[in-house]
């Protein structure tokens, strides 16, 4: 940025003149300067507080009383600009400036606002924006830091606040509000003098403002003597004072209902409370009695807030008063009858105020023992209304941790329902019956809730410092959940623990599922930090060597549901087992097992009779991989009709899946990693038939899937039904009869009809044709029996829809179970697919995992579960399978079942009905190709390129299909087909993508295939078929791995073949009259580009005078329609590869003709043009100055332009009287002025290079270096020629020699890999040309 240039002296200049100097030299040197304002205003606030750093670095750096003036000017201005939301943002940049210039007084920038936005001169449209101004600009100097240190500042500052707060309409209490932040900093002499003039005596007004009563308080806690002597002893919570109070507060929660945070008001009432020891009167008289009498929304959320506010500031005798009023009760209340989006709005709230009272008394574990206590007490009929996972327990301190801990477990052994808090709601008092209202049903929600609070307390703890908590609850669970008390004994602590009401089986089952949600949470712990366990064992064999102590000491203890003698037994086998497995712990497989017997043998206090089948033959599988030999003796190795270990391992597997346990699901995914190596194709069909669509939707599973949430509490539902439905209304119950009495209708079927039609007229219901005129009614009788039969096939209608309707019910939740059980067994499969890769048997999963998603894409299941597992599959096969980087190497005498398999997934990929079906098919086709590849010797391991990827293919292609087991002639038939049924169907769901990746993976294949494209480019086929084919040749002749599959005279050959095909195919084409005639079009010159570039750089001897007379044919067509405008969106394109084209065979772009505005007529214009109107303007200073090019005039210009356009597109010829060229030029740029004729002829660039190569290490130049590198030449004695023309085979042929002759590199000898869909010719070019440099630079002496 340009400095602030000094203003001259020499001579006096007027006072507006000096203004207009400084406001010219301001525009001229500081346009960055007026930028930082705009910023200021943006609503980012990040944009914002940048802007103002930089205004004030700005100022600091160049110091300037013009740049100082228009700085405060521009930030006083923009106080009172219209948008609102840009006046705080001035207002604090001129706080900053104000902050950061202390030199600047006060008085004088309020004089400022006042005079710019004067309360005196403003008329009712400026109203509101000249009283915001004056408020922000009070603000403003509050906010700098100063204004309590200049006394004159600020009394101008009270007074004009005090004028604000008479304009309530539109700054409501902002002014006063403003007031009471000044006056809380000020110092306290300053404060004495000002109160007078700010505060009446008047104790209505005081109490009749939110703001004057906070006002009061602040003058109260500051000069309270001087307070009193202006208006006496006051005794604010009186019985005169609290209705106005509660008024107060009312107002008070309204105006703070939209920022949802606590009234300041309010605290302070609080805290004169307490200071007046007046807590008590206050609470119950003001806030429970007062507010919450007819309580609003806002006025609740008030007293919660004010509740968690006041949580630091209590003792502890003020805290149990407080959590045991009526205001608790209403906050209990208001959280089980809120809606939920009012509900998540005030529980995070709670819970900050609890976690900071908390945080804050870590040194005193009473008090936050007391309040963890206080807010659980907390119930709704015996249930607390606090969630169980309630983060700020993490905050307790091991003190009281402990004690809350204890506190829970003796409130589940005896609860003592006169310390609970508990209530009733008024849906409750009216609709619940009082046969509920029973201590029993309290006692059960209270410890429903215990047992999960327990469980919960485990997220928060550390297994290092709180091992013993957790030791704790984990065997207070065990114990409770699976063992009662016999004779109590002081080896067993839990012995000693009575019940004040019996534990029934109910709450038993509670306990059971609470303490597996405890086992997982351990277990992840453990994983995590597997080191800080006992011994580095893992908690769940703790907890079995707990229960093995306990089945020992029968004396004392007995197991809930008594084992058996052989449950017993299987038991006594297990613990056998584990010490063997211990035994051998080093092995990851001992360690899987091991977790797989720990946690069945727990369920086999949960389900004895399921558990000890499941314990025998895991031990049995268990002991039989352990001692499995694969050179076991002949005696052994004879054929037995028992099943092999593995499969009997997946059955039981499965069988564990089919429970709704994550845990379980983890330890079925780890058990199944070390075992699926020796999986067996029995096995693996145990799986498959899982997830066999077919069959499932037929026939019902062989594994039965219960949900065991369901039955468990399934009477938990049906007893608090009414308390989760509390709130609802009877309309629902009349919705809910509504939509019975539809689903009847609409279920009415012809039967049912019949029957009614047959039991009227058996009542002479209804009348006849014969008897209209002997029609009488029916007797009281009669209409009795009628409706009886009525009644009773009503009743048997409803019944029969009733139970269509279960069924219907229990069909879809079968399905949803279903669904779920298969997403649980496609662990097994990923499992199978990322640990062994190379298993043979990977090879049987394509077909399945094709047909599961084949079947989901076609039902388009709108349910989550179908979503999911459709998504799931599809992700197994794809990332997991189809790319994996190992793959099977075992195929041996498989391979022709292999190629037929490749020949039925191109089969099916091709009579898909969609494409992306379509694409999972193709793709298992490749991987299969993959593997038929890859089961080579070593020297053709994956890491090399199949047939044809060395530089003499030829003689290895025989070698290489003999040593791998690709039968290339087969598969080459079989994409053959499929590939002419792309290009000659009308709707094919094959896409071109997926044969560029055929072609790109295996270039010996696309080779075999291209004859096929060639034929379909010039052949009679439709136009979209001929512009897919042009396409794919495209992508694939840039393709380096299909260029070394070619010798160069074969590669050459077809080259000029193409050309051949495609000159013809464009010669053919007429005008473009659909979308597929124009995208031909479009294919065929991008592939004559991709042919020409290939001829440029291998230096082919291609004959080029069919194809650029042909090309020369169509540029007169292409003009035309360009300029006529008649063309479509993708005329431009079209017209950019012609000449792209062209350029390559030397034929310069002629210069388009600039046309002049001046010579345009008037009537030509548009009239949409014409009505649109001049929006705003660009000052002087903002507009960019035009380049004048000296020596040129505009009679030149027009020549040369107009000669470019007409004569510039003209085949070059090469000069040969250049010198060569000895090291770099800078690139200059032509202007007008450069002569462009000489003798009347037109100058053109040549494509051909002017200097020979100098040595055979002289790098080459490409055609754009080339033409960047030369000067412009002059032709004399020639005659220009048109391009058009095609009479002039002399420069065609002088063209065709300069491309021939260009040194062009040949290809680079490293062989990259490249995507074909991601290569680019400009890439290899960019390479090619950083090497030339790079060479050109190391000659350069």
Not at 428 to 436: G, P
Not at 1098 to 1122: C, I, M, N, Y
Request: glycine content about 4%.
């Amino acid at each position: 940025m340009a400095e602030m240039k000094s203003p001259t002296k020499a001579e006096p200049a007027s006072p507006a003149e000096a203004a207009q100097d400084d406001r010219r030299n301001l525009l001229e040197h500081s346009r960055e300067f007026l930028d930082f304002f705009w910023d200021i205003a943006k609503p980012d606030q990040e944009t914002r507080l940048r802007a103002t750093e930089k205004l004030l670095d700005y100022l600091r750096t160049r110091p300037s009383d013009s740049e100082m003036k228009y700085a405060l000017k521009r930030l006083i201005t923009g106080l009172g600009v219209g948008r609102e939301a840009a006046r705080p943002c001035y207002s604090l940049a001129l706080a900053q400036l104000l902050q950061s210039f202390e030199d600047i007084p006060l008085c004088d920038i309020l004089g400022q606002i006042q005079e710019k936005y004067s309360l005196q001169a403003m008329n009712k449209a400026m109203m509101r924006p000249t009283l915001f101004a004056n408020l922000f600009g009070v603000l403003a100097l509050f906010q700098s830091g100063r204004l309590a240190k200049d006394k004159e500042a600020l009394m101008k500052s009270v007074k004009l606040l005090k004028i604000l707060s008479q304009h309530h309409n539109h700054l409501q209490g902002q002014p006063i509000k403003a007031l009471v932040d000044i006056l809380s900093e000020v110092p306290e002499s300053m404060f004495q003098e000002i109160l007078p003039t700010v505060l009446k005596g008047d104790m209505k007004v005081i109490l009749g403002s939110p703001k004057y009563l906070e006002l009061f308080l602040l003058a109260k806690r500051r000069i309270p003597t001087k307070l009193e002597s202006l208006i006496g002893s006051v005794d604010l919570f009186s019985e005169d004072n609290i209705p106005s109070l509660v008024n107060v507060l009312k107002v008070a929660a309204n105006s703070a209902k939209k920022e949802h945070k606590l009234p300041n008001v309010a605290l302070d009432l609080l805290r004169l409370a307490l200071k007046e020891n007046k807590l008590e009167l206050f609470w119950k008289k003001v806030l429970e009695e007062g507010l919450l009498k007819t309580p609003s929304w806002t006025s609740s959320y008030m007293c919660f807030r004010l509740l968690g506010a006041s949580l630091p500031l209590l003792s502890e005798e003020q805290l149990q008063m407080v959590m045991r009023g009526d205001l608790i009760r209403h906050f209990g209340e208001n959280m089980v009858v809120s809606k939920p989006q009012n509900l998540f709005k005030i529980i995070p709230e709670i819970s900050t105020y609890v976690g900071t009272f908390l945080e804050g008394c870590q040194d005193d574990p009473k008090r936050q023992f007391t309040m963890i206590v206080a807010f659980t007490t907390i119930t709704n009929q015996g249930l607390p209304v606090m969630p169980t996972f309630w983060r700020v327990t993490r905050f307790l301190n091991a003190e009281a941790l402990q004690s809350y801990v204890a506190w829970l477990r003796d409130m589940f052994l005896q609860p003592d329902l006169d310390s609970l808090v508990d209530f009733s709601t008024t849906n409750q008092k009216r609709t619940q019956d009082a046969s509920l209202n029973v201590p029993e049903r309290t006692v059960f929600r209270l410890r429903k809730w215990i047992i999960h609070r327990l469980v919960s307390l485990v997220d928060h703890l550390h297994l290092e410092k709180d091992e013993a908590v957790v030791e704790q609850i984990a065997r207070f669970c065990l114990f409770h959940a699976f063992f009662k008390t016999k004779k109590a004994t002081p080896q067993i602590p839990e012995t000693k623990q009575h019940f004040s009401f019996p534990l029934d089986d109910h709450t038993r089952g509670v306990i059971v599922s609470a303490f597996f949600s405890l086992l997982q949470t351990l277990n992840v712990k453990f994983r995590q930090t597997p080191d800080l366990a006992e011994n580095g064992k893992p908690w769940t064999y703790r907890l079995v060597q707990l229960a093995d102590m306990l089945l020992n000491h029968n004396r004392n203890v007995t197991s809930a549901t008594p084992l058996t003698t052989p449950q017993r037994q299987a038991w006594d086998q297990m613990m056998s087992t584990l010490k063997e497995l211990e035994a051998r712990s080093s092995e990851t497989k001992a360690i899987a097992f091991q977790h797989l017997l720990l946690l069945v043998g727990l369920h086999i206090f949960k389900s004895p009779a399921e558990s000890c089948d499941v314990l025998g033959d895991i031990q049995t599988c268990i002991k039989k991989s352990m001692e499995q030999n694969p050179r076991r003796p002949r005696s052994r190795a004879k054929a037995s009709q028992e099943p092999v270990w593995v499969e009997v391992m997946v059955e039981i597997l499965l069988s564990l899946l089919a429970q709704p346990s994550n845990l379980m699901r983890q330890v079925v995914r780890s058990v199944f990693g070390h075992i699926c190596s020796h999986l067996t194709p029995r096995g693996l069909q145990l799986i498959l038939a899982v997830l066999n669509p077919v069959t499932n939707e037929d026939e019902d599973d062989n594994v039965v899937v219960t949900d065991e949430k369901q039955l468990k509490h399934g009477e938990d539902k049906d007893s608090d039904s009414e308390d989760n439905k509390n709130s609802e209304s009877d309309m629902d119950s009349e919705d809910g009869e509504e939509s019975e009495e539809e689903d009847r209708d609409k279920d009415v079927d012809p039967g049912f009809r019949q029957q009614l039609m047959e039991v009227l007229q058996a009542g002479n219901a209804l009348g006849g044709v014969d008897n209209e005129d002997d029609e009488e009614e029916l007797g009281d009788e009669a209409m009795m029996a009628l409706d009886q039969n009525l009644a009773s096939l009503f009743k048997e209608q409803k019944m029969r829809i009733q139970a269509r309707n279960e069924e219907k019910n229990k069909l879809q939740k079968e399905k949803k179970l279903r669904r779920d059980f298969q997403i649980r067994a496609l662990d097994l499969i990923e499992v199978l697919v990322t640990k062994q890769p190379e298993h043979p048997l990977i090879l049987e999963l394509l077909e399945p995992l094709l047909n599961m998603i084949q079947h989901s894409m076609r039902s388009r299941g709108s349910t989550k579960q179908e979503q999911d597992l459709l998504h799931k599959t599809a992700r197994i096969f794809m990332h997991h399978l189809c790319r994996a980087r190992r793959y099977c190497h075992e195929v041996g005498s498989g391979a022709e079942a292999l190629h037929a398999q490749v020949e039925r997934l191109v089969q099916q990929a091709g009579s898909q009905a969609d494409s992306s079906v379509a694409l999972y098919y193709f793709n298992a086709s490749l991987y299969l190709l993959r593997v038929l590849k890859g089961n080579t010797t070593k020297r053709h391991q994956d890491g090399q390129k199949l047939n044809g990827a060395d530089t003499q293919p030829e003689p290895k292609d025989s070698e290489d299909q003999t040593a791998n087991c690709l039968d290339l002639d087969f598969v080459t038939r079989v994409y053959s087909a499929s590939l002419e049924s792309l290009l000659t169907k009308r709707n094919s769901s094959l896409t071109v993508p997926m044969f560029l990746s055929l072609f790109s993976r295996y270039p010996v294949i696309c080779k075999n295939l291209l004859p096929i494209l060639v034929q379909h480019v010039a052949g009679p086929s439709r136009p979209r078929h001929q512009a897919q084919a042009c396409l794919m040749l495209q992508k694939t002749l840039s393709a380096r791995e299909l260029r070394v599959c070619f010798e160069d005279p074969e590669w050459e050959q077809l080259i000029t073949q193409l050309l051949g095909k495609a000159t013809q195919t464009l010669q053919t084409l007429g005008e473009a009259q659909s979308k597929g005639e124009h995208q031909r079009e479009l294919s065929i010159l991008e592939l004559l580009n991709t042919l020409f570039r290939t001829v440029n750089h291998e230096k082919l001897s291609v004959d080029l005078t069919a194809p650029l007379g042909v090309l020369q044919s169509k540029q007169q067509r292409l003009q035309q329609s360009l300029q006529q405008g008649n063309h479509s969106s993708g005329s431009n394109r079209l017209y950019d590869h012609y000449w792209q084209a062209m350029r390559m065979l030397g034929v310069q772009r002629p210069k388009s003709e600039k046309k002049n505005a001046k010579d345009i007529p008037s009537d030509t214009q548009s009239p949409v043009s014409t009505k649109r109107k001049k929006k705003g303007f660009l000052p002087e200073t903002k507009k960019r100055k035009k380049l004048k090019s000296e020596g040129t005039t505009p009679e030149k210009n027009a020549a040369s332009q107009q000669d470019a356009v007409t004569e510039g597109a003209m085949p070059a010829t090469t000069g040969t009287d250049q010198p060569p060229s000895t090291g770099k030029k800078k690139r200059k740029r032509v202007k007008a002025s450069t002569p462009s004729q000489v003798n009347g002829m037109t100058v053109a660039k040549s494509l051909a290079p002017s200097n020979p190569t100098l040595s055979p290490s002289t790098p080459a130049k490409t055609p754009k270096l080339q033409k960047k590198k030369e000067k412009l030449s002059q032709v004399n004695g020639s005659t220009p020629v048109s391009p058009i023309e095609p009479e002039s085979k002399k420069h065609h042929q002088k063209a065709l020699e300069a491309i021939r002759k260009s040194p062009l590199s040949a290809l680079p000898k490293k062989r990259a890999r490249l995507s074909l869909l991601s290569r680019s010719p400009s890439l290899l070019q960019s390479g090619l040309k950083r090497r030339r440099v790079a060479s050109r630079r190391a000659q350069t002496p």
